[in-house]
């Protein structure tokens, strides 16, 4: 047992020197993690009050809440891993495979060192509230204390035993797809409850979260919630019952990690993938040289490229979870309804551009070698940009009439919102470029779709995106606000006016880029 915490002592200790390690003399991820630090201590705080408050519910309401609040935990921890996976090395057993160490041991140092960091203890601060939503003696407090930790202990397990299961397929690309096409279904359904109150849903929400509470009852978020409220014998009982689920869960997850360290790497295997020769059909309609080439590498990017699938498809699914939010169950609707689901998904298919050369990662020098004046990497934003509204333009067309037709009410909004949402991606294009080359930052490994940034650098990739954002909404307010103020015919000036800003942005860009293109080449090339 000696050798056994030892060891677990070892994983703890290689995590903190992995991320103290990844910190030292690097000013951008020290200011990301001193972010993340902050919102971890924020969620903590924000979330121990939140359940605390549950107490002021009446009994039965407080006991369903509390049950369900551990369960959205327990749903979190297996959904976030899984985003994460690729970028926190304690996440894929193949990374430890070669060490000489027992399964036993590993497991046990995994979950420690997955229990490490501020997240982890955001969490488990965030679910001891349940202690004080539910506790009514000194029984409930006994209790309360082991409760939340076998509760915590089961959303460690669960994840663990989840993303071990899957790791072998989220290594290759097919697995990555169906990752993000999961992660988003799940948006997607969480949505679904606040989009059929909006529609005017009927029914008793106490009854609703009744049946929730009777659903949950017998699993074990539920049985640990029952437990802190009934501070006795019983509430014994249903923590042993939850001891024993997490015992099981985690000799399910020794098998999976016994299995997963000596099954063969699915995404070093050849075969699995189709080479087609020559070019795709649409390299005939674009035009020659240098502009032609980026236009169609970033087509192909679009095409191949996980993590550019998801940025799309989460432009497109959040505009629908939006638009469906914005009317009401009594079916009114404005001009605002339609141009604002538009517009928001113009910015964040914009966003995009906001780190153009990150996605190049260590292969941009190949293109530093080849700008020989400010032209040059003008053109290759001038290629970016046009390969983003080669899939952005006829998007924004099929948003803003769904938002018309489904949203709106009336199909000629979308006359005014098309143009409007086209020149907000023209103006979100153009101050992405000079984020691009002020802020740039590096693409942690393919392994994950949803992978902004490196670790270290979220703070960083969070501040360039909203700093996008900030300054897209004022420079578009000149077209969109006269619309929304009911003078439709203002739409035409917009695109002209994105137009603008899109070149402008470029040029700028280009200037300022091209002055620091080593500089440019070392921030993307960072490694992970």
């Not at 990555?176 to 949505?191: E, G, K, P, T």
Request: aromatic share 8%; hydrophobic share 55%.
């Amino acid at each position: 047992m000696a050798g056994l915490a030892g060891m677990t002592w070892l994983f703890v200790r290689l995590k903190l020197s992995l991320v103290r390690g990844g910190l030292r003399g690097d000013a951008g991820r020290q200011a990301g993690f001193a972010f993340s630090m902050v919102v971890a201590l924020v969620a903590a705080v924000a979330g121990f009050a939140l359940v605390s408050l549950i107490r002021s519910a009446p009994s039965d309401i407080a006991l369903d809440l509390v049950a369900t609040a551990f369960a959205i935990f327990a749903i979190g921890w297996v959904i976030v891993p899984l985003t994460a996976f690729g970028l926190d090395e304690t996440l894929d057993p193949a990374r430890l495979a070669l060490f000489p160490l027992t399964t036993r041991q590993l497991a046990t140092g995994m979950l420690a060192a997955s229990a490490t960091g501020p997240w982890p203890i955001a969490s488990l601060i965030a679910l001891s509230g349940g202690v004080v939503a539910l506790a009514h003696g000194p029984g409930g407090v006994l209790l309360g204390v082991p409760a939340v930790i076998l509760v915590f202990a089961f959303c460690l397990t669960t994840s663990r035993l989840v993303t071990t299961g899957l790791s072998g397929l989220l290594r290759t690309r097919r697995g990555r797809d169906l990752l993000a096409v999961a992660a988003i279904f799940v948006v997607l359904l969480v949505q679904v409850p606040n989009l059929l109150v909006n529609r005017g849903l009927s029914g008793d929400p106490t009854r609703m979260l009744a049946s929730v509470g009777d659903a949950l009852r017998w699993t074990p978020p539920g049985l640990a919630a029952h437990a802190i409220a009934d501070g006795g014998l019983i509430g014994v009982a249903e923590l042993i019952v939850v001891a024993m689920s997490v015992v099981v869960l985690g000799w399910l997850w020794v098998a999976a990690l016994r299995h997963a360290l000596v099954r063969p790497d699915a995404s070093s295997q050849g075969g699995g993938s189709v080479r087609r020769s020559g070019r795709i059909s649409i390299g005939r309609f674009l035009p020659g040289g240098m502009l032609g080439a980026v236009v169609l590498k970033e087509l192909k990017y679009a095409a191949r490229e996980p993590r550019g699938r998801v940025n799309w498809i989460m432009a497109l699914c959040v505009t629908v979870i939006v638009t469906l939010s914005l009317r009401g169950g009594d079916g009114e609707a404005g001009l605002g309804s339609v141009i604002g689901p538009a517009c928001l998904a113009a910015v964040m298919i914009g966003l995009q551009a906001g780190n153009s050369f990150g996605i190049d990662g260590r292969s941009l020098w190949m293109n530093a070698v080849a700008f020989s004046t400010p032209r040059d990497l003008r053109t290759d934003l001038a290629g970016r940009h046009l390969a983003m509204a080669v899939i952005g333009v006829p998007l924004l067309l099929a948003v803003s009439l769904f938002a018309g037709v489904v949203g709106g009410g009336d199909a000629a909004w979308a006359l005014a919102a098309v143009p409007v949402a086209w020149g907000v991606l023209g103006v979100t294009m153009g101050v992405g470029a000079i984020t691009s080359v002020t802020a740039p930052y590096t693409y942690p490994d393919r392994l994950n779709a949803f992978s902004g940034a490196a670790p270290g650098q979220g703070g960083q990739a969070f501040a360039a995106s909203f700093a996008t954002m900030v300054v897209t909404g004022v420079l578009t307010l000149p077209v969109v606000l006269p619309v929304l103020l009911g003078l439709t015919w203002w739409a035409v000036f917009a695109v002209p006016y994105g137009v603008a800003a899109a070149w402008a942005g470029r040029r700028i860009a280009a200037g300022a880029g091209f002055a620091r293109l080593p500089e440019l080449l070392a921030a993307v090339s960072r490694p992970t």
